[in-house]
């Protein structure tokens, strides 16, 4: 509402708007923030917790994944929904560190929040945090390490570290090994320059058996059976047509009627559709191809003419099967059934249908410099098989980070307590009321350290002590080992991360803390929903999950 001196209040929002202005509209966005980072906050590090999410269909889902957690979850705060883009981006750029983008965001909030109480303007608080950011990005770079290609074990130590504390980490070093060979199969390089393209590393899963059955498969797995039970189950020295065309007889454009007055007619016209599909296999034949993955239907008769030939076929092959299988075996795929010649075909070595867990599979393997590869991911039930996907996809995401920047720095908290010491020198260099915001950023960062204490149940405040006394003599990489509360070096325990990681964790989380502190009206048109908890959250969240889905504000 709006009104003048003596008049009446003008209406300007439409009836049912709700609006917060100044000091309460941010308190309640950074109470919504830090509400989202302490869902999370606990399953950070080699000792964090799981979460079993149940949604409205009943569909459960265990994970330790940040951004699987906030993904699943009904949230309703506008706020709340920023910090999980955050998450989001995070995914898509790093695969991993998605818990640590959202807790720093959260802890970046709640520092802002004293510095607000103390009337420092957010403008201030924004272009601190945006030097301090700029510094921690500087410091990184100086405090990391170059890692290249030929050292295996290194980047087998980076894929080990990104699981420690999941599901998967029974078995870590096996999934290593497959998250390495992997990478380093769909690794290309151009003009110096090394990229990794994760679409090219084909999961799939199949209940049952132990996680110890995963494997790699140097080629292409297809979730199809050949079409004829007359086909041969096993090709070898296979020479693979890849079409993206129907083997059956097109129907026409537009509407045509045919008609047929004699029984002798109807034979001529059946005798031509099997004459024309009989052409079509002929010229499968006649490429040298022995095996066919068509990316459409093949007609039953088609199917006869080609079991007939000793050719193996599948039909209804994914697109993205299609590409991978271009990739790995060097075919092209071709749309004109007319136009497939011998240059055209994939080479494998083997290919083969094999039963795996009540279904039958196709493995293509062999294939040389395959630039496209498959894991076959086993588990006792649905759930371990999810999480042990979402373990392993975090695995060849930092992998492929190292292999494309090569550059990586110690884990366990001892990248977070070197870039706060660094920043808290970097304030007295500032000055100005800048200085108090950088200064709470350095404070802010070292909530990792913190976090990775708390869930380990050690002291958090004897644990940040001891690790600033470490860093003070000089020593970088000491971190946390969680496992005795110790202060270790963590290059020699091998426990690195990428630095893109924890680079991208620390822009996003910035960048989206920034945008909220700049917020100080909040104006909302729908209504309903129940009147808010305290900083928008309803009740229950505080014991953990409970309520997440009713957020509101």
Request: some cysteine.
């Amino acid at each position: 509402m709006m009104g003048g001196q003596g008049q009446m209040p003008i209406l300007v929002l439409k009836e049912g708007t709700t609006r917060e202005r100044g000091k309460d509209a941010k308190k309640n966005n950074i109470n919504a923030a830090k509400a989202i980072s302490d869902a999370v906050r606990s399953t950070l590090g080699p000792r964090g917790m799981d979460k079993m999410l149940v949604d409205s269909m009943g569909d459960v889902v265990i994970t330790n994944d940040g951004v699987t957690i906030l993904k699943e979850i009904d949230v309703e705060h506008p706020a709340a929904k920023m910090i999980i883009e955050a998450a989001k981006t995070q995914d898509e750029e790093c695969k991993d560190g998605t818990t640590t983008a959202v807790v720093l965001a959260g802890e970046f909030l709640k520092r802002s929040e004293e510095l607000l109480e103390q009337n420092v303007h957010p403008t201030i608080i924004n272009g601190g945090f945006r030097m301090a950011a700029d510094k921690a990005i500087e410091i990184l770079n100086d405090v990391s390490e170059t890692v290249t290609i030929s050292d295996r074990e290194k980047l087998k130590h980076i894929a080990i570290t990104s699981m420690t504390g999941k599901s998967a980490e029974a078995l870590r070093d096996h999934l290593a090994e497959i998250s390495v060979d992997a990478i380093l199969a769909v690794m290309e390089e151009s003009e110096g320059k090394k990229t990794v393209d994760l679409d090219n590393v084909k999961v799939e899963k199949k209940q049952g058996g132990t996680i110890k059955d995963t494997e790699l498969i140097e080629g292409i797995l297809v979730d199809k059976e050949r079409v004829h039970s007359g086909m041969p189950k096993v090709v070898k020295s296979a020479k693979i047509a890849l079409i993206n065309s129907a083997l059956e007889i097109k129907k026409t454009e537009v509407d045509a009627k045919i008609q047929i007055t004699s029984p002798t007619q109807l034979q001529d016209f059946l005798a031509e559709e099997e004459k024309m599909l009989k052409n079509m296999v002929e010229k499968v034949k006649e490429s040298g191809a022995n095996v066919v993955i068509c990316q459409k239907g093949i007609d039953d008769l088609a199917q006869h003419y080609l079991a007939k030939e000793g050719i193996f076929a599948l039909r209804r092959a994914k697109k993205s099967d299609m590409d991978k299988l271009s990739k790995a075996t060097g075919g092209r795929v071709v749309t004109n059934l007319d136009d497939l010649t011998s240059e055209d075909l994939g080479n494998a070595e083997r290919v083969e249908e094999k039963k795996i867990a009540n279904d039958e599979m196709t493995f293509v393997t062999g294939c040389k410099d395959a630039k496209a590869i498959s894991i076959l991911i086993r588990g006792g039930t649905e759930h371990v098989i999810d999480e042990i996907e979402r373990n392993l996809n975090d695995a060849l995401g930092v992998v492929g980070l190292v292999v494309e920047d090569g550059r990586v720095v110690a884990g366990g908290g001892a990248t977070a307590i070197e870039i706060a010491q660094n920043l808290r020198d970097y304030a007295t260099t500032v000055g100005g009321r800048e200085q108090l915001a950088i200064e709470a950023f350095a404070s802010a960062i070292e909530i990792i350290p913190r976090t990775l204490a708390e869930n380990a149940g050690l002291d958090p405040i004897n644990t940040l002590i001891n690790l600033r006394k470490a860093h003070k003599k000089g020593d970088i990489t000491a971190g946390l080992n969680v496992w005795d509360g110790k202060v270790v070096n963590m290059k020699e325990q091998n426990v690195v991360e990428p630095l893109r990681v924890i680079a991208q964790a620390i822009q996003g989380a910035t960048d989206t803390a920034v945008m909220i502190l700049r917020i100080d009206d909040v104006i909302a048109s729908k209504s309903g929903g129940g009147p808010p908890m305290p900083g928008g959250m309803p009740g229950g969240m505080p014991g953990g999950m409970g309520g997440m889905g009713d957020m509101d504000y």
